[in-house]
C-alpha cells in the first residue's frame, strides 16, 4: 500500500517553515525521507526507526509517530535549495531496505 | 567509481524490442534495488537484492521484466518485447545493507517508440 503525502504542493518564501506529512495503511518498520531536484536523482535526507532512533544528515528535523503509522518532515527557516519534490519511503518488511515511496511533495521556495 | 553508476543514460526503441539496462552500485554495497518513475510521479519499487539471498522480484509489473545481478557488483534490468507503457526513467540505487540510506544512480530514461 502506496503511503500518502500531504501537501502535494507548497509555495513558501525564504525564511519560512514547511511540514510534510507522510501516512501509511500498514504497520512500518521504518521511514525514509529523500529530495529530488528537477531531473536529478534522488538524494537521502533522513530515516526514522521505529523505536525512536533518528538518522540523517542535513538541517532537517522529522518525527516518526509508530502508533498512528505516520511520519512528518519539518523544513524550517527554508532556503532557495531546499526546492525539489520530496518523497517518504515506508519500510514495513523489517528493514529491508525495500522502499514503498509516496506520491511526493513539491516544494517550492522563493526569494 | 564514487557514486552509483547507470548506462545507458538515454535509451530510445521501437515497441517490441528488448532492452538491458545497466546498475553499478557503489563498491562494498550489498543491497541493490530497481525503481520506476514515471513523468511526474513518484518512485514505484520493482526488485531487490541482498547479498547472496534469493532477490525480492514483487515489484516486477510483468514477465517481460526480468533482473540479474552478479555477485554484489553489476546489476542488468531486462525489458523483452517492450510496450509505450514502459517509457519511463529507470533509478537503481545501492545500500549498505538493507535498511540503510540508499544511494541513488542517474537513472537511464526510456522511451519506447
Known amino acids: 500500500q502506496q503511503p500518502v503525502q500531504s501537501p502535494q504542493a507548497v509555495i513558501l518564501r525564504e525564511g519560512e517553515d514547511a511540514v510534510i506529512n507522510c501516512s501509511s495503511s500498514?504497520?512500518?518498520?521504518?521511514v525514509h525521507w529523500y529530495r529530488q531536484k528537477h531531473g536529478e536523482a534522488p538524494v537521502f535526507l533522513m530515516i526514522?526507526?521505529?523505536?525512536?532512533e533518528q538518522k540523517g544528515h542535513e538541517k532537517i528535523s522529522a518525527s516518526f509517530n509508530e502508533k498512528k503509522q505516520q511520519s512528518s518532515l519539518y523544513l524550517t527557516a527554508s532556503q532557495l535549495s531546499y526546492s525539489g519534490t520530496y518523497f517518504c519511503?515506508?519500510?514495513?518488511?523489517?528493514?529491508?531496505?525495500?522502499?514503498?515511496f509516496g506520491q511526493g511533495t513539491t516544494l517550492q521556495v522563493k526569494p | 567509481g564514487a557514486g552509483v553508476s547507470q548506462s545507458p543514460s538515454n535509451k530510445v526503441t521501437e515497441k517490441g524490442k528488448d532492452v538491458e539496462l545497466r546498475c553499478d552500485p557503489i563498491?562494498?554495497?550489498?543491497?541493490l534495488y530497481w525503481y520506476r518513475q514515471r513523468l511526474g510521479q513518484g518512485l514505484e519499487f520493482l526488485i531487490y537484492f541482498q547479498g547472496n539471498s534469493a532477490p525480492d522480484k514483487s515489484g516486477l509489473p510483468s514477465d517481460r521484466f526480468s533482473a540479474e545481478r552478479t555477485g554484489e557488483s553489476v546489476s542488468t534490468l531486462t525489458i523483452q518485447r517492450t510496450q509505450q507503457e514502459d517509457s519511463a526513467v529507470y533509478l537503481c540505487a545501492s545500500s549498505g545493507q538493507g535498511g540503510q540510506p540508499q544511494h541513488f544512480g542517474d537513472g537511464t530514461r526510456l522511451s519506447i517508440l
Open positions: 526514522l526507526l521505529k523505536g525512536g
Open positions: 563498491s562494498g554495497h550489498t543491497a
Open positions: 519511503g515506508t519500510d514495513g518488511s523489517g528493514n529491508t531496505g525495500k522502499l514503498i
Open positions: 500498514k504497520a512500518l518498520y521504518s
